[in-house]
């Protein structure tokens, strides 16, 4: 009888030992908890993505018109503002499009090379386009994209 009760008792030890890992019950558990997580947690992540993409486009719309209004308001300019009336800067999802002081006004920002500023969003627009207007030493602007020209009219950045 003791020898049957030691045996048994070793056994039960190596059974003990043999359990340390977990059951594939609790595998599954795990599993289908974190795919309940990600389901409730990425749309919005999502959303948070693409608000993160519209305030970058209007930081850099900002850029533009701080540009433009540096670039019109030194004196070391005047020559290429004196004839200077307006114009538009675009910009798309693969760059800017701009000409003449705009795009001597963005190259002195810094802003060279057209990829610089892109548009990022993706749902709410696609592109965007700012008008410049200058008369008698004043500069005004609109923004033109209704869903932009609605968000940067919410924004930071009020237009004239």
């Not at 533009?64 to 114009?87: E, H, K, M, R």
């Not at 500069?139 to 609605?150: C, H, P, Q, V, W």
């Amino acid at each position: 009888m003791i020898k049957f009760l030691r045996n048994y008792r070793n056994n039960a030890e190596e059974n003990q030992e043999d359990n340390k890992g977990f059951s594939l019950v609790e595998l599954i558990i795990v599993i289908a908890i974190m795919a309940i997580l990600v389901a409730v947690l990425a749309p919005q992540f999502l959303q948070y993505v693409e608000r993160s993409r519209n305030s970058t486009d209007a930081s850099n719309a900002t850029s533009i018109v701080a540009a433009v209004q540096t670039y019109l308001a030194d004196p070391a300019n005047s020559a290429d503002v004196a004839g200077f009336g307006g114009g538009d800067v675009k910009v798309t999802s693969t760059g800017y499009e701009a000409s003449g002081v705009l795009e001597k006004a963005l190259a002195a920002a810094g802003y060279e090379d057209k990829a610089t500023i892109k548009c990022k969003s993706t749902s709410a627009w696609t592109d965007y386009t700012i008008s410049f207007t200058y008369t008698k030493g004043s500069l005004s602007f609109t923004y033109k994209g209704d869903d932009f020209a609605e968000y940067m009219k919410d924004g930071a950045v009020k237009a004239d």
